[in-house]
């Protein structure tokens, strides 16, 4: 097994544990379970943010290094668990990836100066 797909059955794992099954779910559940990690993860990223100075006004902040590399696992953890409740494996999201790495490098090529809404419909 691969290491992402280890990370995808430890957090479903995970998600069995807290009580949240997302195999099976209706649409209804889809929804307010995306919902629900798009918000735990807008918090993380506020949490990433304030491990950085960002107050450039303010002496008084230190670059927490070790917090923001938490913040960012924790953001893992919501971001697996959103693809699961999207049906997403693993290779699911790998596979994503690539096509959409690709897209990006082609956009860059093409100097990114018109918006194609079709670039990703195959994604």
Same mark, same amino acid.
């Given at each position: 097994?691969?290491?992402?797909?280890?990370?995808?059955?430890?957090?479903?794992?995970?998600?069995?544990r807290?009580?949240?099954?997302?195999?099976?779910?209706?649409?209804?559940?889809?929804? $307010?379970?995306?919902?629900?990690?798009?918000?735990?993860? $807008?918090?993380e990223l506020a949490e990433l943010t304030d491990s950085v100075p960002w107050k450039w006004w303010a002496k008084y902040q230190n670059f927490d290094v070790q917090n923001a590399r938490v913040e960012v696992v924790d953001l893992f953890h919501f971001l697996v668990s959103a693809a699961q409740v999207l049906?997403?494996?693993?290779?699911?999201?790998?596979?994503?990836?690539?096509?959409?790495?690709?897209?990006?490098?082609?956009? $860059?090529?093409?100097?990114?100066?018109v918006k194609d809404e079709n670039d990703c419909k195959d994604i």
């Open positions: 097994m691969d290491k992402l797909s280890e990370i995808f059955e430890m957090q479903k794992a995970l998600n069995a807290i009580g949240v099954n997302t195999e099976g779910m209706s649409q209804d559940q889809q929804i $307010q379970w995306t919902l629900n990690y798009v918000r735990a993860m $807008q918090q049906g997403m494996s693993a290779e699911d999201v790998y596979q994503a990836y690539v096509k959409k790495n690709a897209v990006n490098h082609q956009r $860059q090529e093409s100097g990114y100066a």
